[in-house]
């Protein structure tokens, strides 16, 4: 039996961004599809919940203006574009600021960044908490930072980081790679050397 491509969601998804160029109300639909997304990816590039609104909105602000002129057509380009812009606007907020230090503290302080659970210790699982890989993350490179969040996070593939930073997929990997190894060494214990016989 024929597939019958009008019962795929994609397809559903596709024509939605394509009518979102010239639509309002299916541009609000992709709006409501993708905010909690993308504030959540400001959020975690920015660690302050007003930066991050701040971020979102810019973001969209943008994307409505810049929709009519967007020749994507599937709503995996449109995904793709939505992370690139939300990328540029938070790394921007980051050059403008000199707080982003301060700004962590104050959520660590408040609790806001907590450990991936709470019924384990970090120091008994050997794993280090939120508080400490937020930090690290902070030390990366701030493209190391879009990529690491991206993948991790956000759950992007490879591929579609390269669209969205505008790299090759083998350079993503590469840069992921690097930025992995620079966490490592921040988060894990150096690794002891193994005993010789006589310390035995």
């Known amino acids: 039996m024929a597939h019958d491509d009008r019962t795929d969601p994609r ?19 992709l709006y409501d599809l993708y905010y909690d997304r993308i504030y959540r990816y400001c959020v975690r590039r920015l660690y302050h919940r007003c930066g991050a609104e701040e971020g979102c909105a810019d973001t969209f602000l943008y994307v409505a203006a810049h929709m009519p002129q967007f020749r994507g057509t599937t709503e995996r380009e449109f995904r793709c574009w939505l992370y690139a ?11 403008r600021t000199r707080r982003r230090g301060e700004l962590i ?8 960044l907590r450990s991936v659970s709470t019924n ?29 969040i ?12 390269a669209a969205t930073l505008r ?21 894990l214990p150096p ?7 006589r310390e035995r």
């Not at 938070?90 to 050059?95: A, K, P």
């Not at 937020?134 to 493209?143: F, G, K, M, T």
Request: proline fraction near 5%.
């Open 85 to 95: 812009v939300a990328t540029n606007t938070v790394n921007s907020h980051v050059r």
């Open 11 to 29: 397809c559903d998804a596709d024509a939605l961004v394509v009518r979102a160029r010239t639509d309002r109300e299916s541009f609000g639909k």
């Open 105 to 112: 503290q104050q959520a660590i302080e408040r609790g806001k």
């Open 167 to 187: 790299m090759s997929p083998g350079a993503v990997r590469v840069a992921l790679s690097r930025a992995i190894e620079k966490l490592r060494k921040q988060l």
């Open 150 to 161: 991206l993948r991790f996070i956000e759950e992007l593939s490879h591929e579609e980081i």
């Open 191 to 197: 690794e002891k050397p193994f005993p010789t016989s």
């Open 120 to 148: 384990d210790s970090p120091r008994s699982t050997g794993a280090p908490d939120w508080n400490e890989c937020y930090q690290a993350i902070n030390q990366l490179r701030v493209r190391e930072q879009s990529i690491v």
